[in-house]
Nanobody, 116 residues
Framework: QVQLVESGGGLVQAGRSLRLSCAASGSIFSINFMGWYRQAPGKQRELVAGITSGASTNYADSVKGRFTISRDNAKNTVYLQMNSLKPEDTAVYYC??????????WGQGTQVTVSS
């Protein structure tokens, strides 16, 4: 049974930083893609940042220059460094791992709240 455990969310003031972590436990083979998504109330879940096994990254336009995604393959862990946070970044953040067999695994979500 694969589980993704997220940590690092919380309440911060605008302009401050947070770092999210997501670690996989259990047997998970050949992770191809790791990503962070978020869902704000009344909105659809959106991709915030992704990173492939080859370390190629992509970001939503709204977070470019402020957020950085990174991964530690040996630890099956992905991170999201979030700087210069804005109130509009407030959402539940989810991590997702995709294996080379196209199996998706989701974390339980962690709340990020940015106050103005």
């Amino acid at each position: 049974q694969v589980q993704l455990v997220e940590s690092g969310g919380g309440l911060v003031q605008a302009g401050r930083s947070l770092r999210l972590s997501c670690a996989a436990s259990g047997s998970i083979f050949s992770i191809n893609f790791m990503g962070w998504y978020r869902q704000a109330p009344g909105k659809q879940r959106e991709l915030v940042a992704g990173i492939t096994s080859g370390a190629s990254t992509n970001y939503a336009d709204s977070v470019k220059g402020r957020f950085t995604i990174s991964r530690d393959n040996a630890k099956n862990t992905v991170y999201l460094q979030m700087n210069s946070l804005k109130p509009e970044d407030t959402a539940v953040y989810y991590c997702k791992f995709r294996s080379i067999y196209a199996n998706d695994y989701w974390g339980q979500g962690t709340q990020v709240t940015v106050s103005s």
